[in-house]
């Protein structure tokens, strides 16, 4: 059976809409899984059915996250938060890990689950970030910006089976502190991480380029085929427990 996906939205507070853009459904589908948008909530009942209905969540990019989360008081530069969404992805993330069922953060998303477990971010690379790497890149964003060293024993080097890959880069904020969670996967050659994972669980990866913005490229598609993998694993596990 194929894996019901959901995927956090950007969200609209004013309009109330929820949008997802980039490539994230034709990733998922692609890969093997149904791709589903989640409502944003703060329903306590509502999220916890939705940690408890799915086989893996993926949390997006988007806006910047409130810096009072990771006890920031105030942007360095301004840029329209969501501050709703960060409530709702805080609350579904913490219920989803205690289910252990697969996650995939990208961009916002892996910042995000960094500072829901205690990290921190640089709230602007340009001026907080001496580096000669663009990573705001002009688009298209469907081609590689700047090349990324992957630590071998990880479970991306696993997956790549190189020491270097060249990913995109749409983002001016980025990890500051890691959180003890998660150990680091990848850098880019200025310093910045650029992957980690969560010891001890099935999947809990976080990647900051937009693999979703580049679906013809060999590292995106796989690193959502290694998602949904896991999905699948986990869902038919799920299945034989429900059938005992």
């Not at 006890?71 to 992805?89: H, N, Q, V, W």
């Not at 298209?140 to 479970?155: D, F, G, K, L, M």
Request: glycine share 8%.
């Amino acid at each position: 059976m194929r894996p019901f996906i959901g995927i956090t939205p950007q969200y609209d507070k004013e309009n109330n809409k929820h949008i997802s853009e980039g490539g994230y459904f034709e990733c998922i589908e692609e890969a093997g899984g149904i791709p589903v948008v989640l409502p944003v909530t703060e329903d306590d009942e509502i999220i916890n059915e939705m940690a408890e209905k799915f086989d893996g969540f993926v949390f997006s990019g988007g806006s910047d996250i409130d810096p009072v989360m990771y006890d920031m008081k105030l942007p360095i530069m301004y840029r329209e938060s969501g501050c709703p969404r960060d409530r709702f992805e805080k609350k579904l993330f913490n219920q989803v890990a205690k289910t252990s069922k697969p996650v995939l953060g990208i961009c916002r998303g892996m910042q995000m689950i960094n500072v829901v477990c205690g990290g921190t971010l640089f709230q602007d690379i340009g001026s907080e970030v001496e580096t000669d790497i663009d990573h705001m890149m002009e688009g298209p964003a469907n081609r590689t910006q700047h090349n990324v060293s992957i630590y071998i024993e990880t479970p991306l080097y696993k997956m790549m089976k190189e020491k270097v890959i060249s990913v995109n880069s749409v983002h001016h904020q980025a990890i500051k502190e890691l959180s003890e969670s998660f150990v680091p996967m990848a850098f880019s050659f200025d310093g910045l991480i650029e992957a980690y994972f969560m010891p001890g669980m099935r999947y809990m990866h976080g990647y900051q380029w937009s693999p979703e913005l580049f679906p013809e490229d060999e590292v995106s598609k796989k690193i959502f085929k290694g998602f949904i993998r896991a999905c699948t694993e986990n869902n038919g596990w799920h299945r034989k427990k429900e059938t005992r």
